[in-house]
């Protein structure tokens, strides 16, 4: 691999004399400057202390389980055993840092030392690398680059590291896999599907009668895949998701996720077709001067009141384009009577923006990939399945209730659903 490399030009070199001697004409100007670089030190002084603290500790543990092996709370273990844990202290560059550190007790011989915290104890210029690498992650935001680095430093192997994030994200999927929805008021699913490397994951988000958004679940397979489509909604269903209630389900338009909702929760279900997937499949069967106009004809169609006039407004692009690009028209007609669901059940306008199309899972989605571009092979369905739960629930934490979740109130009582009140909220979105 080619390493990048700084070229410093000589316009480069002329330009950075004239910053110098602007500095040095009008170092009053930059005293505001640096008293925000001096306040936002000190904030970065904290998130690097707590990142730090818990790496620290993480990787305490991972030298302790190399010389007595993994915990087995209530098992024997071998000559050396886990004792728990006490406060211990580390020099980390130039501060030192507290931490509860493990300990490990011969059967006969009494107290074992941990390797990697008497490392630490004795090198200080060991703490110094562990806080550059530390630095260099937080910098790049290449936290999952960090722990290797500074477990290696005071020899903890990679095949420990590689085990404990086998064992992390196992733990991660399985808990997002056995939630349950009994007591969470589900009205609207997003199902849309992802793919890393070879393999497929399909994922559904729910938002509940406050525009909350969930990770409702995840499945091996594309949106095309029936069987995977089936067997994420029966897992819903089997967690407390009701089926004897209506929901509004947007999709991709895929007949396979049509199907299974139909045979899972019933063929009365209302279904929204994505209109960003429509107008890609839309213009991709156009020669690229007519997408303009394309584009513009299927989003006044949108707007109308009625689901009557806005299927008209179609019918007629189509009539117009199926002349010289027949597979166009076509794809304007499929699924039509499904892209003016909103129309027809006449919801809100101010939800329109967020029920119309899959953004609220594709946003994410983007999270997702983000948490995931560094790895470069994904072995199996099982890695792949565990790497993207964990990156989910991550990203879930960022989440904020959806646009128009004021008149959600309007939405649970078109799908049938008992409401608190009539009159939406006036609380702001998070």
């Not at 210029?125 to 290449?142: I, P």
């Not at 396979?256 to 279904?271: K, N, S, T, Y």
């Not at 010289?324 to 006449?346: I, N, P």
Request: aromatic share 4%; charged share 25%; net charge positive.
């Amino acid at each position: 691999m080619k390493k990048p490399y700084h070229i410093v030009t000589r316009a480069a070199r002329e330009s950075a004399a004239i910053i110098e001697q602007f500095c040095q004409a009008n170092g009053q100007i930059l005293l505001p400057i640096l008293g925000l670089i001096q306040n936002a030190s000190q904030v970065v002084e904290t998130v690097i202390h707590e990142i730090g603290h818990q790496m620290l500790e993480q990787i305490l543990l991972l030298s302790a389980e190399q010389v007595a092996g993994p915990r087995t709370p209530g098992k024997v273990g071998g000559d050396v055993r886990h004792h728990g844990s006490q406060p211990g202290c580390v020099q980390l560059a130039d501060r030192k840092v507290k931490v509860k550190r493990p300990r490990l007790r011969h059967k006969t011989e009494g107290e074992v030392k941990v390797p990697a915290y008497e490392m630490l104890r004795q090198d200080r210029g060991l703490g110094q690398h562990m806080l550059g690498a530390l630095l260099r992650g937080v910098s790049t935001r290449d936290y999952q680059e960090v722990l290797p680095q500074m477990a290696q430093t005071v020899g903890v192997s990679r095949s420990a590291i590689s085990r404990k994030a086998v064992e992390a994200s196992s733990e991660q999927l399985q808990q997002l896999q056995e939630r349950r929805w009994e007591n969470i008021e589900i009205l609207v699913i997003y199902i849309d599907g992802q793919r890393f490397g070879e393999h497929h994951i399909l994922s559904a988000v729910g938002v509940d009668t406050e525009g909350k958004k969930h990770i409702l679940g995840l499945e091996s397979g594309a949106t095309e895949n029936a069987a995977s489509v089936k067997c994420l909604l029966t897992r819903l269903r089997d967690h407390g998701l009701p089926t004897d209630r209506k929901y509004l389900f947007v999709i991709d338009g895929a007949k396979a996720l049509r199907a299974a909702i139909e045979e899972v929760f019933g063929g009365d279900q209302p279904v929204q077709r994505c209109r960003n997937h429509k107008v890609q499949n839309v213009l991709g069967e156009l020669p690229k001067e007519q997408h303009g106009q394309a584009l513009n004809l299927m989003r006044a169609a949108w707007k109308v009141k009625t689901a009557e006039e806005g299927e008209k407004r179609l019918e007629q692009l189509a009539r117009f384009l199926e002349r010289d690009h027949e597979s166009a028209a076509r794809s304007v007609r499929e699924g039509m009577k499904e892209m003016f669901t909103l129309q027809r059940l006449q919801i809100p306008p101010s939800l329109n923006k967020c029920l119309a199309t899959t953004n609220i899972i594709e946003s994410p989605h983007s999270g997702v990939r983000h948490r995931t571009h560094n790895v470069t092979r994904w072995r199996d369905a099982d890695m792949t399945e565990r790497w993207v739960a964990s990156a989910w629930l991550l990203t879930e934490k960022h989440f904020r209730r959806i646009d128009g979740h004021a008149d959600l109130w309007a939405l649970a009582a078109i799908l049938g659903r008992e409401t608190k009140s009539t009159h939406p909220s006036k609380e702001k979105v998070a």
